[in-house]
Structures are given as C-alpha cells and as structure tokens.
C-alpha cells in the first residue's frame, strides 16, 4: 500500500488546494474599475442596480445590499423585532453569525438538533423546542441545500414565528422550484469570498414585505430616513432627514456592488459547475463503507456551497483529526464545517452546555468540507477524490 504522506509518503498533490476560493475574471475587474471612475462611490448607482439584480435571482419583491452577511443576520433579526425575554431557535451546526445576530438583538438563541441524513436543521427539533417565549426561526440552508421550508413555514404558522433564513451558503438554490430568497420572511445573503458569488464583503436581506423592507433599509444607515411617514417632524424641505431610531453603517460601496452583479452574471455558470463536481464526488465515493454523504431532499435542486464527508467509525481506525491530518499532507486541504454553536467558550460562558444537540455533536466528530469551488480543475477533482480514497484504504478497518 502506498505510504500516506504524513508518515514520509510522496504526497497526491505537489501544491495544495483548499476548500473554496473565489473566481475574479477580467470582466469583474473591468466593473470595479469603471465603478471606481464615476462619482459616486458608495451606495450609487450600482447598488440600486445590484437590489434591483438581487430580486430578480431571487423572486423576492425587494432587497436590500449590506456591508456583509452578519450585518443582513443582524438587521432581520432587528426587523423582526426580536428582544430582551424572547427565543429564538437556531440550527446549531452553522457559522457562529447564524446565532450572534439573536444575541445583538437581545434575545436568547434556543438550539436545535440537526437531521441525522440532511445535516439541515430538524423540524421536529425545532417542534419540541417552541415555548410560549418562541418568536423566531434563523435556518440555515447548510452547504447550499436547502432546508425543509415547508415544515418549517408550518411551523412558523402554526406559533405566529417569524423566519428567518440564513442563505449564506445557498444563493441559486431552489426548493421545489421556487429560489432561495422568496421562501421566508426574511432572508439574507453573504458574499464572503468563500461563498458561490463574492462583492469582497458583503450581504443582503431579501423579502417580500413592504414594512420590512423600509425597516431594514433605514437601519442600514443609521436609523435616519427621508421618508414623510416615517418621520415625527414631518416637513418636505429638500435637505431635511431624521433619525428616528438606532440604526448603524452598513452600506456597502458601489465598487463591491459593481463586482457583485458581474459575478450574479455568472451564477448559473457557477452553479452548473459546483453541482457537476458535486456529482463527480458523489459518484466516486458512492459506495465507499468508509464514508457517509450528505442526503439530498428531492425538493433541493442544491447549488452546493460545501461537499461534506462524513467518516463512518465502524469502518475506520482513525478518528476525525488523524484522517483530516492526512489529507492535509496529501496536499487536499479540507476544513470542518462547523463546531456546534454553542460549544465555542462564548457561548458555554453563557451556560449552554455539551450534549443539547447529540445528532450536531456526532456529526461534528466525524465530518470535514473537501474542495468545491468553480475554478476547481477535472485534475484537481481527480486528486482529491485520490487523496480521499488513499487516506480511507491506508485506516480501513
Ligand atoms: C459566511 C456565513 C455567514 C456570515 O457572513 P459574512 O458575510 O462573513 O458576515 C453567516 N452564516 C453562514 C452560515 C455563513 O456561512
């Protein structure tokens, strides 16, 4: 058998790979530059054009650009009026923002299991969790698929909930053929170089309600507005604004909004290739005993952010690290996607505690992201499906 590389072996790979990158063409190049020519700079022109883009992707009535997908988190759950006294249940594996945005707003951020198959959050989790208190959903189309919105909208209806999808991961995504951003209440984007389409820094919340959409816009800059029926001292004076509330700089500049559309321009290229080597993987690892792969609800049609794969422990004598490790020094550099949220020493400060989530927690112990990004090559997909399969034969059971 071949040597692993980590014990002296010769490595799959000569220079690594990592588990996303972004794609900058020359055309996004030439956009930013362009829009570094005009006069306006920030929230311009281009940013206008990139809400008026954001709804067309999405189906949602309107859309408002952010700074990042932290401020989009932060401002729904404001214009969700989450407070002091409230719950708000949260999937548990996800980004740590999923979660913050509950706490900025005051309220307290109530975890729920994953789907032992999906890795999405579980409804009937979600179902046990509800209490009188219980004011909101945040779900997270975890790795781009996307999350059982039906169950969940029910859910919603059922309680007088308000939801809140954290998109992060799944622009492009449909559910039952409608695209993710229409699907509910709120939902918010990040375009963070690691995810499918990048502004550099940047986020959006779509929606398909007015009044939240007015909300969200005005707190984007500082809870001022040039609205008449928004104000107390209404006047029509051409310079006159007010600021009504607490609002915060979450504008993002229309440079980054000019990368942005041109990258939106190449989202279903972008989509059809991260899906093939989505496919390419599933393919090859499909009847690996070594492995477990992520369960795709018929209802997704996944653009997939992340390709997780899960060690299974009967089949393999090596635990996470030692296979992660390996793969490392072959030169495909995986990552873990995520701790449970409420494991980071924050929040266990706060007094949550191990063995809340056990399906998230087992989850955690045994998966990593492997490379998925467009600009992947077929060779690189070929080393690292190589890689996968060598570290697997070397700790076979
Ligand atoms: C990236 C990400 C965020 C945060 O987005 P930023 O743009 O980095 O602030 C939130 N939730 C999830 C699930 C993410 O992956």
Known sequence: MEQLAIFGGRPVR??????????????DIDAVADALRSPLITCGPR??????KLCQVTGAKYAVVVANGTAALHLAALAAGFGQGDEVIVSSITFAASANCILYSGAT????????????????????????????????DFTGQAVEYDALREICKEHGLTMISDAAHSIGTRYKGQPVGSLADMTCFSFHPVKTVTAGEGGAVTTDDEGLYHRILRLRTHGITRRQEEMVHPTDAMWYNEQVELGFNYRMTDFQAALLISQLNKLDQFSRRRKEIAEKYDKAFSEMPELVLQKEIPESDTTRHLYVIRLNPDKLACDRRQFFDALYAENVCPQVHYLPVYWHSYYEKLGYGKGLCPQAESYYEWSMSIPLYYS??????????????????????
């Open 14 to 27: 000569e220079t690594p790979i990592y588990y996303g990158r972004q794609c900058i063409g020359q055309d």
């Open 47 to 52: 940013v206008e054009e990139l809400e008026r």
């Open 109 to 140: 951020p109530v975890f729920a299991d994953i789907d032992p198959s999906t890795y999405n959050i579980d409804p009937e989790s979600v179902r046990r969790l509800i209490t009188p208190r219980t004011k909101g959903i945040v779900a997270v």
């Open 376 to 397: 992947l090559s077929d060779e690189e997909v070929d080393d690292t499906i190589r890689a996968v399969k060598k570290v697997a034969a070397y700790y076979r059971k």
